[in-house]
C-alpha cells in the first residue's frame, strides 16, 4: 500500500459541482499539504496543515477550502468547481525535521 | 520573484551518460532544505533526493548526486550512466525557515529525455 492514498484518482465534474477530494497517510507525519499542477507552472500550494487544529492558506487558497478530520486524514474541497480548477491535484506529508516528504499518486481533476 | 529557477525546460542525454540539471534557487534564510523529485508520464511526484542548507558533503542516493554550491545558491542535480527509464520531468523544490516544513517551493521543472 501506498504511503500516501489519494482518492479518487481521477474525476469529472460539472461547474458549479461540489467536490472533496480525499487524502490518507500512514507515514505518521504531522505536515500536510495540498498542491495543484499545471502544465508549465510547476506545482503550487493551495493549503497546509501542521496538524490537526492547524489550517494555513497557501498561494492559491480562492475557491478551495480544507478539513483535517484526523492526524492521517487531509482533505480538499471545491465548494464550486469552475473550468480554471481542472488540474492534477497532489497530497503531501512530510516529517517535522525536514529531510522527508512525499507525495500522493494525484487526483487529475477535470471541470466541464 | 521566482524562488526556484530551472533554465532548462528539456534537456537530451544518450543512454548511459551522465547529465546535470540545473537548479538555482533565492531564499535569506539561513535553515532550507533542497528537493528534487522526478514525475514519470504516469503522474506520480517520486522523491529521489534531500540537502539540508547545513549539510557539509553533497547529498547521493544511488545514481543521483546534488552538486550543491551554497554560495552561489544552486542545487543541480546529476544523474549517472542516463537509462531509458530516467526520462521524465524533474523538479527541484525547496523548504525555507526555522520552521521546517512551511511550504515547498517548485520550480517549474525540466523534461529529461534519456535516447537509446
Known amino acids: 500500500d501506498a504511503d500516501v492514498t489519494q482518492t479518487p484518482r481521477n474525476r469529472i465534474t460539472k461547474t458549479g459541482k461540489r467536490i472533496m477530494l480525499e487524502c490518507s497517510q500512514t507515514?505518521?507525519?504531522?505536515?500536510m499539504y495540498w498542491y495543484r499542477q499545471d502544465p508549465g507552472l510547476g506545482l503550487r500550494l493551495i493549503y497546509y496543515?501542521?496538524?490537526?487544529?492547524?489550517?494555513n492558506k497557501g498561494e492559491i487558497s480562492d475557491g478551495y477550502s480544507v478539513s483535517r478530520q484526523a492526524q492521517a486524514k487531509f482533505s480538499l474541497s471545491l465548494e464550486s468547481a469552475i473550468p480554471n480548477q481542472t488540474a492534477l491535484y497532489f497530497c503531501?506529508?512530510?516529517?517535522?525535521?525536514?529531510?522527508?516528504?512525499?507525495f500522493g499518486q494525484g487526483t487529475r481533476l477535470t471541470v466541464v | 520573484a521566482q524562488k526556484i529557477t530551472q533554465t532548462q525546460p528539456g534537456m537530451f542525454v544518450q543512454e548511459k551518460e551522465a547529465v546535470t540539471l540545473d537548479c538555482t534557487y533565492d531564499?535569506?534564510?539561513?535553515?532550507?532544505?533542497l528537493f528534487w523529485y522526478k514525475q514519470p508520464s504516469s503522474g506520480e511526484m517520486i522523491f529521489l533526493i534531500y540537502?539540508?542548507?547545513?549539510?557539509?558533503q553533497n547529498a547521493t542516493e544511488g545514481r543521483y548526486s546534488l552538486n550543491f554550491q551554497k554560495a552561489r545558491k544552486s542545487a543541480n542535480l546529476v544523474i549517472s550512466a542516463s537509462q531509458l527509464g530516467d526520462s521524465a520531468m524533474y523538479f527541484c523544490?525547496?523548504?525555507?525557515?526555522?520552521?521546517?516544513?512551511?511550504?515547498?517551493?517548485f520550480g517549474p521543472g525540466t523534461r529529461l529525455s534519456v535516447l537509446p
Open positions: 507515514k505518521g507525519h504531522d505536515r
Open positions: 496543515s501542521f496538524d490537526v487544529k492547524d489550517i
Open positions: 531564499t535569506s534564510d539561513q535553515s532550507y532544505g
Open positions: 540537502q539540508g542548507s547545513y549539510d557539509e
Open positions: 503531501a506529508t512530510s516529517d517535522l525535521g525536514g529531510r522527508e516528504a512525499f
Open positions: 523544490a525547496m523548504r525555507e525557515g526555522q520552521n521546517y516544513g512551511q511550504n515547498f517551493v
